[in-house]
């Protein structure tokens, strides 16, 4: 698959950048989307969930090289774990330093004509021709990543999501971790007065690990 490296992809970013803060930063997030990258599921935590609350996910991450969309792009797709060919959802991510650049920020977009890309990772090649024509961007809010003591966490910006959910109603506020090989996920209800009672519940949560790199064509 042809891409640009993370290191590139951040040199890119970092172009108005040259203060020794900037390349702290720069070193920083250069291991989150190196580490980002790759196959995972959740078999272990749909295996001990009891309740059933959990279903069994393989999630596939792979970087993509469409300056078209962005300097730094993801494809994001999840399927049944015993079912490949059931795909749940397909998502675009884009990745930017924030003005100072001291986060990361996460957008996440959908495709406006999802059967059309539905091999789209087993011919990545095809996603290098997405335009911003193709894509949907998420009703919501982006994930802002920092580092944290046990690697990368990502949250909503709690007000950007209240201004929102005033305007279209109820929103879905996301957070992530990257600890290690473990991504964790998790998604709740938001309102115009922030996150809804009962809403973060544990099986909103799902833990993710990594079992390989990103995803070659064949």
């Known amino acids: 698959m042809t891409s640009l490296p993370p290191a ?5 970013l970092l172009l108005a ?15 989150l989307l190196q580490g980002l990258p790759g196959q995972y599921d959740n078999r272990a935590q749909a295996k001990t969930d009891a309740s059933g609350q959990h279903a069994a996910v393989a999630l596939v991450i792979n970087p993509v090289n469409a300056l078209a969309i962005g300097k ?6 999840e399927t049944a774990i015993d079912d490949p060919r059931r795909i749940l959802a397909q998502h675009i991510w884009t990745f930017e330093l924030d003005k100072k650049n001291e986060h990361l920020v996460q957008s996440v977009y959908v495709f406006k004509e999802p059967l059309r890309w539905l091999h789209a990772v087993d011919d990545p090649y095809v996603l290098q ?5 193709d894509l949907s961007g998420l009703s919501g809010c982006k994930l802002i990543w920092s580092k944290s ?7 909503t910006n709690a007000r950007d999501c209240r201004a929102s959910a005033g305007a279209e109603g109820l929103l879905i506020e996301q957070s992530a971790e990257l600890r290690g090989s473990d991504l964790l996920l998790n998604e709740q209800l938001s309102g115009p007065g ?7 519940d544990a099986a909103s949560a799902y833990r993710f690990e990594r079992r390989s790199g990103p995803s070659q064509k064949r």
């Open 8 to 12: 590139a992809w951040l040199a890119l």
């Open 17 to 31: 950048g040259c203060s020794t803060q900037a390349t702290k930063h720069e070193k920083e997030f250069d291991k």
């Open 72 to 77: 730094v792009v993801m494809f994001e797709r």
């Open 129 to 133: 021709s997405v335009l911003p024509d």
């Open 149 to 155: 003591d046990y690697g990368f966490a990502a949250t």
């Open 194 to 200: 922030g996150t809804l009672e009962g809403s973060a």
